[in-house]
């Protein structure tokens, strides 16, 4: 790195890495934004699985969506699957 610097004025330098900086956390909301916005975890975050378990599985689940679907859980979902947050479908 110091080869770089050397070959930049040290203020248009500070400049650059200056304004990096404070663009960093711009750019760490903006890559999280579609996540937060969506409100759902990941399949390896709850540890979705494609087969049931212990019986339960998610076309009897409260958060089961209609065709492939779950109301916390990113992604195309079997109704075949399971993941640890499976909740009993009520009525
Ligand atoms: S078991 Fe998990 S993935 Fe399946 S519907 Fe329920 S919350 Fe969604």
Known sequence: MNRYVSKIPRRKFL???GCSLAL?????????RDTLAQGKASKEAV???????NGQK???CQFWT??????VVEGEIS???WC???VVKQG
Do not use: H
């Not at 960093?24 to 999280?32: C, E, K």
């Not at 540890?47 to 378990?53: A, G």
């Not at 209609?66 to 109301?71: K, L």
């Open 15 to 17: 400049k650059l890495t």
């Open 47 to 53: 540890q979705y699985q494609e087969t049931p378990k």
């Open 58 to 60: 998610c076309k009897d």
């Open 66 to 71: 209609e065709p492939n679907g779950c109301q």
């Open 84 to 86: 640890s947050l499976f």
């Open 24 to 32: 960093l956390p711009v750019a760490i909301i903006a890559s999280s």
């Open 79 to 81: 109704p075949e699957g």
